[in-house]
């Protein structure tokens, strides 16, 4: 019985850090970024994929080549994921002139609950419904919401755990620094 507890006291708090996933460091803000690949640190080339826009359109990685892309994973039932989603859309429409693309991979298990959300909540970027979760897994998502900043080359240059403001000058500083008008 002893060991049972000593198990349990040890193992549940163990359980639930690793499912509240990563936290910000202090002075982060809201959410954090970390290099794409911090246990080798090494480059990471961003899986390809392709799903279904929530018109049935279908959208690959790979047909965005050469462009600067923040893949956004979100849910409508997670509220910081819908808090970040009209500064996202503001970072998309004063950026993608300069080579941005923004993609958000819906996690839900209802297209039509997605559908509805974007019926109250206009955004200009593409919407994906993951339906399987499969590219969830393929990118190791655990905590919404999750974005990863991809480079031109299709490498991952960030990752961002949890909500941000992407019109903040430190996170537009990352992304334009990847954009083809700041190449050297």
């Not at 990685?61 to 994973?73: A, E, P």
Request: glycine share 4%; with cysteine.
């Amino acid at each position: 019985m002893n060991m049972c507890i000593t198990r349990f006291i040890f193992i549940v708090p163990l359980f639930l850090l690793l499912a509240m996933g990563p936290h910000p460091s202090p002075g982060q803000g809201k959410g954090s970024a970390a290099s794409a690949d911090a246990e080798t640190n090494t480059p990471s080339k961003a899986p390809d994929f392709t799903l279904k826009d929530i018109h049935g359109k279908t959208l690959a990685l790979s047909s965005l080549k050469g462009k600067v892309v923040l893949i956004n994973f979100w849910a409508t039932w997670c509220p910081p994921c819908k808090a970040e989603m009209p500064s996202m859309n503001k970072l998309y429409n004063e950026m993608r002139a300069q080579g941005l693309e923004v993609i958000a991979v819906s996690t839900d298990n209802s297209l039509s609950t997605v559908k509805d959300f974007l019926a109250k909540n206009h955004l200009d970027f593409p919407v994906l419904f993951d339906d399987d979760k499969a590219v969830t897994r393929q990118y190791h998502v655990f905590s919404m919401p999750t974005t990863f900043l991809i480079d031109r080359n299709g490498i991952i240059a960030e990752k961002f755990y949890g909500e941000e403001d992407w019109t903040d000058p430190v996170v537009r500083k990352k992304i334009e620094k990847l954009l083809p008008s700041n190449a050297q």
